[in-house]
Structures are given as structure tokens and as C-alpha cells.
């Protein structure tokens, strides 16, 4: 049984920084690509990072290129996101989820930056 579980998001002023952690069981990790996706009531989920099984290999939309980095820790098959320099539009809730995604998801973890 696949769980993905969000944690660290919370209210922070806009340039502040958090950073998210996704505990993961149920599958094989390590030689999963992962992804942190968020989304906006009203609005379809989008990618935000992903990472491939070596962790030297990240990518990122165009939005946060330069302000997050996604990073894993296969012994402890948890993917993490550092969100840096955060603007009120990166307010959403994230999710990780494999990439591409499973139908399954998390509960997610609520961002929200205020201006």
C-alpha cells in the first residue's frame, strides 16, 4: 500500500523560506523519479520539481527555477523541497508524488505566503 505523506508547509511572509518533507513507503523507492506538484482552488495540479533516482539530477518549472531545490534521501525514502525567496503566488497546497504521477495522492501540505 503506497503512502505519501506532506509535512512543513504553514503561513510565511513573502522572500521568507520553508521546507517540505514527503515520507514515502510502498513502493521502490530509490529507483523512483519523484516529484513535488502543488495546486490552487479552482486550478488544475501543476510540476513544480522533480528529481530522478540520482540525486544529481533535479528539474524545475520556470516559476521557482533558482529559488527551490529538491533533494531525496533514498535511506530514508523521503523527498524533500526547500523553498527559498517565496512569493504570495506559491501559495498552494503541495503534494509529491511519483513522476509522472500515480493516481493515488497525499493529503498534501498547505503553503501559504503572504504579501
Known amino acids: 500500500q503506497v503512502q505519501l505523506v506532506e509535512s512543513g508547509g504553514g503561513l510565511v511572509q513573502a522572500g521568507g523560506s520553508l521546507r517540505l518533507s514527503c515520507a514515502v513507503s510502498?513502493?521502490?523507492?530509490?529507483?523512483?523519479?519523484m516529484a513535488w506538484f502543488r495546486q490552487v482552488p479552482g486550478k488544475e495540479r501543476e510540476f513544480v520539481a522533480g528529481?530522478?533516482?540520482?540525486?544529481?539530477?533535479?528539474y524545475y518549472a520556470d516559476s521557482v527555477k533558482g529559488r527551490f531545490t529538491i533533494s531525496r534521501d533514498n535511506a530514508k525514502t523521503t523527498v524533500f523541497l526547500q523553498m527559498n525567496s517565496l512569493k504570495p503566488e506559491d501559495t498552494a497546497v503541495y503534494y509529491c508524488?511519483?513522476?509522472?504521477?500515480?493516481?493515488?495522492w497525499g493529503q498534501g501540505t498547505q503553503v501559504t505566503v503572504s504579501s
Open positions: 528529481i530522478a533516482w540520482s540525486v544529481s539530477v533535479t
Open positions: 508524488n511519483k513522476n509522472p504521477p500515480m493516481g493515488y
Open positions: 510502498g513502493l521502490t523507492f530509490s529507483n523512483s523519479r
